[in-house]
């Protein structure tokens, strides 16, 4: 069966196994979960999700335990599936702009630019519905928790795209609006870029690990089964 890690420097690990669990008992699918600190355990995965948390953290945490390298592996050469909630979607990112610090190191993959802490401090974290298409049109809405959340900032051009013949396109899978009360034709609306894919990396701002809806992890699970029958791999799952 297939081996999914979850990325266990620091931050939100145990929610994520936890629903990942529950998401593949629901796809009747077998997976090795491992806790991913080292990187051999890396090395076993096909697949990785990278938990919220904090990302500078992280990334110092990372690059002492001489992981940097092969996440950056991880996601670009081998290309394998990687989602990252959070704090995981800012080690994602190929930039990344602060309220308050500058340069980071991140593992990137999205040719995008986050913007940290976009909602301010810990207690101006929220709660919203958020519409997530992908996960169907007529879906209920999904509960985004945002904790000193990023956004994507813009979509960015990086050298490597620039020299792709035809590049991957970032793709917006989620928005937040906030409607405001300034506009006449009732409300003027903000609209902030919640989540996005691009190749086989996709990243959240909000945290689906926080809560008990498995409709995320379901769908990103099918992602990574579809990736591995691509390969060849033997996938044990009717799904
Ligand atoms: N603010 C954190 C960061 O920039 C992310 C917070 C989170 O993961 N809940 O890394």
């Not at 620091?10 to 491992?34: I, M, S």
């Not at 592996?73 to 610090?101: H, I, N, Q, R, Y």
């Not at 990137?108 to 986050?114: C, E, F, I, K, N």
């Not at 974290?125 to 900032?153: M, N, T, W």
Request: include cysteine; proline fraction near 5%.
């Amino acid at each position: 069966s297939l081996t999914v890690g979850v990325l266990a420097l620091q931050g939100g690990v145990g929610e994520h196994t936890g629903l990942l669990r529950k998401a593949a008992a629901h796809l009747g699918a077998e997976f090795d979960l491992v806790e991913v600190r080292t990187a051999e355990q890396l090395a076993r995965c096909d697949a990785l999700i990278i938990p919220g948390g904090e990302s500078t953290t992280m990334a110092i945490v990372a690059r002492r335990l001489g992981l940097l390298e092969p996440l950056r592996e991880f996601v670009k050469v081998d290309g394998k599936p990687v989602w990252g909630t959070c704090a995981g979607l800012v080690m994602l990112a190929e930039e990344a702009s602060a309220t308050k610090k500058g340069g980071q190191e991140l593992v990137g993959g999205l040719d995008v630019r986050v913007l940290r802490n976009r909602y301010g401090t810990q207690i101006q974290s929220f709660v919203a519905d958020i519409q997530l298409p992908f996960l169907g049109e007529a879906e209920k809405p999904f509960r985004g928790v945002f904790i000193r959340a990023p956004v994507v900032d813009e979509i960015i051009i990086t050298p490597s795209v620039a020299s792709q013949k035809t590049p991957e396109p970032v793709e917006v899978m989620g928005v937040f609006r906030k409607v405001g009360s300034t506009d006449v034709d009732g409300g003027s609306v903000e609209e902030d870029i919640v989540a996005v894919r691009q190749r086989n990396v996709f990243g959240t701002s909000f945290h689906p690990e926080l809560t008990d809806d498995i409709r995320i992890h379901v769908w990103w699970l099918k992602q990574v089964l579809d990736t591995a029958r691509h390969k060849g791999l033997p996938v044990d799952s009717a799904v």
